[in-house]
């Protein structure tokens, strides 16, 4: 497993953007695929966007187009550039990361607050 860290949440009027950062310790981050996550209140937690050891990304389709996962492997860092956002989009948004091994993600960061005042 490795420890997962988000920053860069906070409040913003519709419209405006956000970027996110998930630092991640260990030396096998770039063989990780990372994924962002984000749980509304009173909602179960849903996926939003996830990237590959390969580069291979995929969406949820709520957020295609707006939003964009990248990553810096030199710096053990993915990100998700979010822009155009709507008051739907307030969360707190997790990063995670799946191992080679794994079917599953099975480390967790704690969460950053994502607000999108209308």
């Known amino acids: 497993q490795v420890q997962l860290v988000e920053s860069g949440g906070g409040v913003v009027q519709a419209g405006g953007s956000l970027r996110l950062s998930c630092a991640a310790s260990?030396?096998?981050?770039?063989?990780?695929?990372m994924g962002w996550f984000r749980q509304a209140p009173g909602k179960e937690r849903e996926f939003v966007a996830a990237i590959s050891w390969s580069g291979s990304i995929g969406y949820a389709d709520s957020v295609k187009g707006r939003f964009t996962i990248s990553r810096d492997n030199s710096k053990n860092t993915v990100y998700l550039q979010m822009n155009s956002l709507k008051p739907e989009d307030t969360a707190v948004y997790y990063c995670a990361a799946q191992g080679v091994k794994s079917s599953k993600y099975d480390s967790w960061g704690q969460g950053t607050q994502v607000t999108v005042s209308s």
């Open positions: 260990g030396r096998t981050f770039s063989s990780y695929t």
